[in-house]
């Protein structure tokens, strides 16, 4: 598998890996992840789950993730999303973000976006997950309502296969 | 009242126009015009506000991930 050392990780991301449960397979995908301050900000935000919270704390004094800023800002996305898919432009790494349009609107940059279901996929074809582990984690994941439907789609037809084949593609 | 309902109306109307001319996701127009997430949903689905994965994108974002797949796996 093509792992990379380094990628940014948006709000979106870590917040569904979190809830699905896939959170500890970040650390043997990247050695770290960097995160600009404003998804920083965006996750401790008073609405976000306390637990997404103690597991981003415990994430950074392990030294796994790292606070880092672009030196400047696209324009045309808003918030922690402008951030990561500046960051992503200007180190030449991937953007892991979740939200459909962000995640189109980056990829048209030509910038190497990572869904949680491609995440999900991966793990699965490299042998991290069984078929069955992984139709749990994707159960979850449908379940959060946040996930464009486009992904799941794409996801599922994968599951189905791997579970049939064995093998991409 | 009226004050109150006028308010709303541009409070979605504000969304729309944010949802439509830029790259936002849900999250983010729902928190810029100060509603839930779930409420923006449920008004842009029942105002027949595009969705945020229209279908007839399926084709490509299919080919765009199996390439990125194809990529990572080989």
Redesign the interface.
């Known amino acids: 598998m093509n792992t990379r050392a380094y990628s940014v990780i948006d709000t979106s991301f870590w917040s569904l890996c979190c809830i699905v449960g896939l959170e500890p397979y970040l650390w043997s995908t990247w050695d770290a992840l960097l995160v600009p301050a404003l998804v920083q900000q965006e996750l401790f935000h008073q609405i976000r789950p306390v637990s997404q919270q103690q597991l981003f704390t415990e994430a950074l004094h392990a030294g796994r993730l790292h606070i880092q800023d672009p030196h400047t800002l696209i324009t045309t996305l808003s918030k922690g999303e402008r951030a990561v898919v500046s960051l992503a432009q200007e180190q030449h790494i991937a953007a892991l973000l979740d939200d459909y349009r962000p995640h189109q609107h980056a990829a048209g940059l030509g910038i190497t976006v990572i869904g949680v279901t491609q995440f999900l996929i991966r793990l699965l074809y490299q042998g991290t997950l069984s078929v069955s582990e992984t139709e749990h984690h994707f159960e979850q994941l449908r379940q959060t309502g946040a996930t464009s439907p486009l992904f799941l789609q794409w996801a599922a037809q994968h599951i189905q296969q791997k579970g049939r084949r064995g093998t991409w593609p | 009242m009226i004050i109150s309902g006028g308010l709303q109306a541009l409070r979605w109307h504000v969304a729309v126009r944010l949802y439509t001319s830029?790259?936002?996701?849900?999250?983010?127009v729902a928190?810029?015009v100060g509603v839930s997430r779930g409420a923006c949903i449920e008004w842009f689905h029942q105002h027949g506000v595009a969705p945020?994965?229209p279908?007839e994108?399926?084709p490509s974002?299919?080919r765009?991930?199996?390439a990125?797949?194809?990529?990572?796996?080989h």
């Open positions: 830029r790259p936002l996701s849900v999250s983010d928190d810029q945020f994965s279908p994108e399926a974002v299919e765009h991930l199996n990125w797949l194809d990529r990572e796996l």
